[in-house]
């Protein structure tokens, strides 16, 4: 019997996709620590499972693809715990972070 509660990423372009849409379905919740080590869990498979997987896969593509992943969703991670929220219009779609300037000025 299988565990269909879980996700089974076929290679390191699906688990990236599935991680994307992940990402872009809670950017716009309210900012809770619940949502902040959700988070954080998600950047560390990125960094823990998906680039080993990719890197012993010799996938260069997915390998840059995931770094950036990694690296757009520490900036948003930053962004919203800055201004303690979640940028309005932070996404990502294919590694690329989509998110509103930072303006430490505003009240």
Do not use: W
């Not at 959700?38 to 995931?66: F, G, R, W």
């Not at 520490?74 to 979640?86: E, P, T």
């Amino acid at each position: 019997m299988t565990d269909d509660r879980y996700y089974q990423p076929q290679n390191a372009k699906d688990a990236l996709r599935y991680i994307e849409n992940l990402f872009n379905q809670y950017a716009q919740a309210p900012l809770t620590t619940e949502l902040v080590a959700y988070h954080q869990k998600l950047v560390k498979q990125l960094e823990d499972d998906i680039l080993p997987t990719a890197q012993a896969a010799n996938q260069s593509v997915q390998v840059e693809n995931t770094r950036q992943m990694i690296q757009t969703m520490q900036s948003c991670l930053g962004f919203a715990l800055v201004a303690n929220h979640l940028p309005a219009k932070c996404t990502i779609s294919g590694s690329k972070l989509t998110m509103p300037s930072l303006n430490l000025n505003a009240t």
